[in-house]
T-cell receptor, first 109, second 112 residues
């Protein structure tokens, strides 16, 4: 079967660094995606990895290990506005996104 | 550029009623999707379309229907609403099989 696992909730402090992990198991693999979703709003695209390694985009970085079926999203210099759910999704062999349930990130001052 | 626009934002239906969720995009994207999002669950694909005149079932199509007569519009029809269809529905579009989806603001549907 196809499965995406990520922690349900995490808490971090403003100004700190947090890493959100995601493990995936899909029929085929065409990329790993991270989306941000603020409460009551639509998901918005954050990052995409298809090759192993780290992709950096400002305060956000995403890492992929295809052999381990593992990715993480790293958020640096946390700000209160980073409080949101972070959705991990793997694109399968049919180019369909399989979504995790999301990790709710709570930032405390 | 409005992006992806969904209406209505909120709706309460009685069991057995029917309704259509409207979705339109102005980015000339070929691919369009309908997802539902339930608490504690990942987004589930209901239907998708790779272009005008072409639609395909996703993971959870039962109880829903779609049409795609134009590139811009992708309405989702609920026939004989059931409490299990209480959810938040998102329409999304993408230029291709890129995985970078552009979402509408969502439609919160309650069936009582």
């Amino acid at each position: 079967g196809q499965n995406i696992d990520q922690p349900t909730e995490m808490t971090a402090t403003e100004g700190a660094i947090v890493q959100i992990n995601c493990t995936y198991q899909t029929s085929g693999f065409n990329g790993l995606f991270w989306y941000q979703q603020h409460a009551g709003e639509a998901p918005t695209f954050l990052s995409y990895n298809v090759l192993d390694g780290l992709e950096e985009k400002g305060r956000f970085s995403s890492f992929l290990s295809r052999s381990k079926g593992y990715s993480y999203l790293l958020l640096k210099e946390l700000q209160m506005k980073d409080s949101a759910s972070y959705l991990c999704a793997s694109m399968d062999s049919n180019y369909q996104l399989i979504w995790g349930a999301g990790t709710k990130l709570i930032i405390k001052p | 550029n409005a992006g992806v626009t969904q209406t209505p934002k909120f709706r309460i239906l009685k069991i057995g009623q029917s309704m259509t969720l409207q979705c339109t995009q102005d980015m000339n994207h070929n691919y369009m999707y309908w997802y539902r999002q339930d608490p504690g669950m990942g987004l589930k694909l209901i239907y998708y379309s790779v272009g005008a005149g072409i639609t395909d079932k996703g993971e959870v199509p039962n109880g829903y229907n779609v049409s795609r007569s134009t590139t811009e519009d992708f309405p989702l029809r609920l026939e004989l609403a059931a409490p299990s269809q209480t959810s938040v529905y998102f329409c999304a579009s993408s230029p291709g099989e890129t995985g970078e989806l552009f979402f509408g603001e969502g439609s919160r549907l309650t069936v009582l």
